[in-house]
DNA sequence: TAGATTGTTAATCGATTAACAATC
DNA sequence: TAGATTGTTAATCGATTAACAATC
């Protein structure tokens, strides 16, 4: 059961869940509202439901409450998932401070850096921990998801150890490519993202000046 | 010309420059190779790279120096880009700290933050300056991208103001839909990011027990 | 020449969307 | 009933990939 929604509708789901909770007075919103928030065609958010066989009531729309929970479910959101951040430096500060991760049923059960001047001091509630203890950590407190807030040189080292201690999901912050097998790695990158937008800002100067 | 670069390409090019750049010493990569750094496949590297009309040789693989200078050129990274940061906390920090901006011809042109206790102090060189300044400076100086790093509240109208100031690409950090029109915005979201690991997780749990 | 790898075709696969009957 | 909106089909579009001739 299960499994067959596709990655393409899964990569919107939480943008869904987000455009909803956004609608706190509303009790009901129909799939063309949904789609102007999210920026997607309303053919596409009734697909992406119908997956989830969501039951939208024909000439009225779909229940919010009934929907978020229903995308929650498809998610898998449906218990807590302790996090792990490695790298206590900006990033990993910025990340253990955003506290949308409780919001959405992250909890950060650790961080933890290798300089021993970080160690024993405090972001967000969470003391930071030694580097060392990383396998130990993720162990015992059954971690499943690793965020790597590391300088690019350390980040393939420290996927290594995250997926060699069980961890089954990476989300790396650090600006290079890393390759773990048996792993979902997810990359989030400032300057490819930035490039993205520079091949668009390009193309649109060349359509300007034809 | 130009333009006929598929979405999906576009988004690949970048992790190959990246992927390029992390092999120094080397003159030469074949697709196989570089398909294996860059978790893709080796005929959709090909492919990629045959819009770029990338010569690689037969038999022997694409000459490193050259190719990254082919994506460069296709990306449009043949300029700098000015970029303003709006907000100065810790993400705003953190993504000023990151000098990968540099790297890849982007440069801090300003950083702004509506709090007064912040304006003035400097982040990477860069001194922060008021966020009354902001259409200011970015006619100015020519900025044409605007990194979003405020709370998810304030992210729409800060979009607006980026938007009548003149900038045409947004980075938008904020755990927020901002909608934003005739400018192209894109989102980088840590809580998307782990809700769609969170899917994985929950589906491979179920594979195992199965 | 023999081995390797490109460039490109063509088949396949998956994702998007217009359209409309069903129905609240 | 009349108006609105869903759920789903079917057409279209775009992206992926195997395969292989071309050729270094």
Known sequence: MKRQIPDATVARLPVYLRCLSQ???EAV???TDLARTAGVNAAQVRKDLSFLEAQGVRGVGYDINELRL???RALGLTHDFPVVIVGAGNLGRALANYRGFTEWGFSI?????TDARKVGSHISGT???SMDLLEDVVGRRGIEIGIIAVPAGAAQRVGDRLAAAGIRSILNF???VI???NVEVRRVDLSTELQILAYHLTGRADAKTT
């Open 179 to 181: 390759t773990v097998p």
């Open 23 to 25: 609608r706190a007075g």
């Open 127 to 129: 003391e930071v921990e």
């Open 29 to 31: 919103c129909s799939s």
């Open 109 to 113: 059960a650790a961080i933890v850096d």
């Open 174 to 176: 650090a600006p290079t």
């Open 70 to 72: 229903r995308i929650r």
